[in-house]
């Protein structure tokens, strides 16, 4: 029985790993326990803005699963080649302080979890733009707050409220009041006002409906701002053009994309129907959706991308997955009692039965 649990456990952090690599280049622990579910968005991010003491106190599952699924990920990373890389994290706060992953901080449990395991054949150019990515601190978070809160030094209240170890401050109290709001919206602003201040946070709202923080624009210095302005309306003109070439280039590798990608699913599964595979193809390979067909994998027709993407819509469209998602039932779990049916309509595909 312990057997059967641990092959179960190895088969889902692999099922993990494979996705993350498809699509990120790279494999971190944190993110393989966020795709198991033990790790959630709003964990990681209370982590990274210092409200958690470490990383494993905002985790679902016992520290003995944990240290398991750490070997197996670690097994199955040299098992294909990767090259480990250790990473700093850092908090999304003043100080920038190291974060911690383990209540312990042991050495040995630290340096795990902060590995991050690389795809092979990167070049170096690549390498670097993965590091830089993977060792930039987290952006400063600051929220739009509703009433009936005081900072934590003056006692007055604001629009704003920067929280910093577990107590909300005013803008002027954590010295962010200099700072000028620019609204999201509008890409080409918001990078080119970012990169050019020195000092900038992150605004977000609550959103309780959704019970999740939506996204509002950014605090930017206000002579940075400018800055982006003039730059943007500089090469106003060139951009429109620039846009509308694009999307005249991307619709036709869509639909170029898309009917290769269905082409390949019908040699990968001939008992698919074509239309059924002509369906796949456009839902995984709609632009912007993020799905399996947008990922370097997916486009280039990755074996392993394109059988994600047909269980995908057995999935969804064979099973009573959806059904059980809406009756509460947590997604591990609503994949697993699934896994048997998905299972047969694959071998019914392979086997060229319709």
């Known amino acids: 029985m312990v057997q059967a649990v641990m092959s179960k456990l190895e088969r889902r952090v692999t099922e993990a790993a494979v ?8 494999v971190s622990p944190v993110l393989v326990f966020n795709r198991l579910g033990w790790l959630t968005d709003k964990r990681i991010e209370d982590w990274e803005q210092g409200r958690l003491g470490s990383l494993t106190e905002g985790m679902s599952a016992p520290a003995e699963k944990v240290d398991t699924a750490l070997g197996h990920l670690g097994d199955w990373a040299r098992r294909q080649g990767l090259t480990a890389e250790a990473v700093d994290y850092v908090a999304a706060t003043r100080d920038r302080r190291p974060l911690r992953f383990t209540s312990s901080g042991s050495v040995d449990a630290e340096r795990v979890f902060a590995t991050h395991w690389l795809a092979p054949g990167l070049s170096q150019a690549q390498r670097d733009r993965l590091a830089q990515r993977q060792n930039a601190a987290p952006d400063l978070v600051v929220l739009r707050a509703d009433g009936g809160w005081v900072c934590t030094d003056c006692g007055d209240t604001d629009t704003y409220q920067f929280v910093e170890e577990n107590r909300p401050y005013c803008l002027e109290c954590a010295d962010l009041d200099h700072l000028v709001f620019l609204p999201a919206g509008d890409a080409a602003l918001t990078r080119r006002a970012k990169k050019a201040s ?23 210095e206000e002579a940075a701002l400018e800055s982006a302005e003039e730059q943007c309306f500089a090469d106003a003109e060139l951009r429109a053009r620039r846009r509308d070439r694009d999307a005249v280039r991307r619709a036709e590798q869509d639909l ?19 239309a059924r595979a002509e369906a796949i193809a456009r839902h995984a390979g709609a632009r912007s959706s993020g799905r399996v067909g947008r990922s370097a994998a997916g486009q280039s027709l990755d074996e392993g991308a394109t059988r994600r993407a047909v269980i995908a819509s057995i999935r969804h469209e064979d099973t009573g997955y959806d059904a059980m998602l809406m009756a509460g039932v947590p997604r591990t779990v609503a994949r ?6 998905i299972d047969a309509v694959l071998d019914r595909w392979v086997s060229g039965v319709r």
């Open 256 to 274: 170029d994309f898309q009917a290769r990608l269905a082409a390949e699913i019908l040699r990968l599964f001939p008992g698919c129907a074509p």
């Open 19 to 26: 996705a993350l690599l498809a699509k990120k280049k790279f």
């Open 336 to 341: 697993e009692r699934i896994r048997d049916t």
């Open 198 to 220: 020195a000092l900038s946070a992150v605004v977000q709202r609550f959103n309780r409906s959704r019970k999740r923080f939506d996204r509002l624009g950014l605090l930017v």
